[in-house]
């Protein structure tokens, strides 16, 4: 697996054709399903000017795939769903005007949960995507397309996005890096929404010093998204072998039922990996994490209910004839969603639904409010929170699919960050049974820089971000 800088001598020494070349040949080989698209004459196309014109950019030359939600212009983008068949954008995402510009190569749309609702990448139209430790078991969701392609070498960089931990999830049980930033650090527009308060892209690669180079590259405000925020972006600066005074917060409420015994020792012997290298550590309480999992769906199912609206076969997409607008909007939405869509959209109209708004959706406004504080109080005394990424290492394909409450259990580690809007990244930090273990590393939010160098300085100091799954 090459980084980024090695990825930059070759392309200097030889060609940005050449490596986009052999990248398009693993991705024709690969057994993972982690495309739904792949971009090849374009992206050649796009190499051989590299080459013949030259670019100074940070990536200039380096393919990277796309999760199959972020608007691509000319380049099919469908959100893993039957119902956007066909459906080219006429317009880039914010992010890929950022990619674009520093040179960049798209190389494909990554597969993903039909609109980015899942913890498996199951749930999608052009099939589950393959964990490359194991192809029997699951990417881990919503954003296993992307994580899977940069574990098996079939890309070396690849954006997702995170609602309620779908970077964090797939980079755990793909064991690649995969960072979710500050609710507002990296603009939205461009990306389809499916929970628009509680989602942000974020970048995967198999290093900590690759993960803030690209998201140097995506990062940055956005007039065109309302959420974005104005900050200075330098997160490479941040690349420091050094945690020396460093304050780790271990919240004893994410290594409760349900952690795997083997996923909870990992994450404490990376935890006082750090600690022997300078850092301290301090319990601290997160008393309203037992109420995250319910608020989240409930938010985060509501505001898909109403985004998800506009998918009615008038406009784009797929498109049953019928006599009138409401049998046309009706059929087309029967059999354009997936089970999964189609519960979450239900669920979310009924808890906005008269009589049952105050009940349900205002009263999960609330409690986010108070998760939202548990972090504010745990920050005024530690640096960062460390916990493990999810609960257990990737499950068997088909094991949990017909179980959608044991899928959103899965997510118990990874929504309480997106509904506090902080930081977290997470890293490989160990193996149970020849499958990779997530640390979830937690910051303050805009502290972007104390959770890379926490990070950082794990991976320099361990070995376990260099394993491979066999025969990549």
């Known amino acids: 697996m090459a980084t980024i800088n090695e990825l930059r001598e070759r392309i200097h020494a030889e060609s940005s054709e050449e490596i986009v070349h052999e990248y398009l040949e693993k991705i024709a080989e690969s057994k993972l399903n982690a495309f ?6 374009s992206a050649l196309a796009r190499a051989r000017k590299i080459d013949s014109e030259g670019h100074e950019g940070p990536l200039a030359g380096i393919p990277i795939a796309i999760k199959d939600n972020i608007s691509t212009k000319g380049i099919r983008t469908t959100c893993a769903s039957k119902i956007l068949t066909g459906y080219i954008p006429p317009y880039d995402a914010h992010v890929i005007e950022r990619l674009k510009e520093a040179g960049a190569i798209i190389i494909g749309k990554a597969n993903m949960d039909e609109f980015a609702m899942g913890t498996s990448t199951e749930t999608s139209f052009y099939g589950a995507t393959k964990n490359p430790w194991d192809i029997e078991r699951v990417p881990g969701g919503s954003s296993g397309g992307s994580a899977a392609a940069v574990a098996g070498d079939d890309v070396p960089l690849a954006l997702g996005s995170d609602t309620g931990g779908s970077v964090r999830c797939p980079a755990s049980f793909c064991g690649v890096v995969g960072l ?9 527009y461009g990306l389809i929404a499916y929970a628009n308060s509680l989602e942000q892209i974020g970048p995967f690669a198999t290093s900590v010093r690759d993960v803030a180079t690209l998201f140097d590259v995506i990062a940055g405000y956005d007039a065109r998204d309302s959420t974005s925020v104005k900050r200075d972006v330098n997160y490479s600066s941040a690349m420091k072998n050094d945690v020396r005074g460093l304050k780790i917060g271990v919240p004893e409420e994410y ?16 935890i006082h990996k750090l600690e022997d290298l300078g850092a301290s550590l301090k319990d601290v309480k997160m008393p309203h994490t037992k ?12 505001e898909a209910s109403s985004n998800l609206a506009r998918f009615d076969g008038m406009r784009y997409g797929l498109r049953v004839e019928d006599s009138d607008w409401h049998t046309t909007f009706s059929q087309v939405r029967a059999a354009g969603f997936g089970d999964e869509v189609k519960r979450r959209i239900l669920l979310g109209t009924y808890a906005l639904s008269a009589g049952y708004h105050d009940k349900y959706y205002l009263k999960a406004l609330k409690v986010r409010t108070l998760i939202k504080q548990d972090f504010e109080r745990a920050f005024k005394n530690v ?8 609960p257990y290492p990737a499950f068997r394909l088909g094991e949990k699919i017909g179980d959608p409450l044991s899928l959103y259990l899965a997510d118990v580690d990874t929504v309480p960050i997106n509904l506090a809007g902080v930081p977290s990244i997470s890293v490989p930090c160990g193996f149970s049974e020849g499958l990779p273990i997530g640390m979830q590393i937690i910051g303050k939010h805009f502290d972007e820089a104390t959770i890379l160098r926490t990070a950082y300085t794990f991976e320099e100091n ?11």
């Open 462 to 472: 361990t070995d376990f971000h260099i394993k491979q799954p066999e025969g990549v």
């Open 255 to 270: 290594f409760g039922e349900g952690t795997d015994e083997k996923v909870e020792k990992a994450v404490r012997d990376a």
């Open 36 to 41: 739904i698209t792949v971009s090849g004459e």
């Open 180 to 188: 979710k930033p500050t609710y507002g650090v990296i603009s939205r």
């Open 383 to 390: 640096d960062v929170l460390i916990t493990p990424t999810m």
């Open 291 to 302: 109420y995250a999992l319910a608020s989240y769906y409930i938010i985060a199912m509501s």
